[in-house]
């Protein structure tokens, strides 16, 4: 009885565990990442910044960051400072619906 009992219980955690890591992963089935990090899709440097679209999840954005060496498909994490709308770069000639001002970046190095 007690083998048995204590088998139940055993399963019922094993079920919960799975159920915390398959939400950890996302409904894709892909990682989360954490608000502050993603993936460089492009980047373009310009007047003491370097703009970075990043995507995060199926999300994509930008950032502003201090001149920076970056590459596509690099894994970046930034320290936010603030965030402007419909922001125009006369630099760039371009507005951005939203651009996330950084103070600093730092590649995430893969385990």
Known sequence: MFRTVS???LAILLMSFNL???RAEGASGV???PANEGVVVSSIDAAGYTYME???G???FWIAA???KVSNGEHIRFVESMRMHNFTSKTL????SELIF???TQAKVEK
């Open 7 to 9: 088998a139940v219980i």
């Open 20 to 22: 915390s890591a398959a």
């Open 31 to 33: 990682e989360t990442m």
């Open 54 to 56: 990043l995507a995060n």
């Open 58 to 60: 199926g999300k994509k």
């Open 66 to 68: 201090p001149t920076t």
């Open 93 to 96: 000639n371009r507005t951005f």
């Open 102 to 104: 950084v103070t600093s």
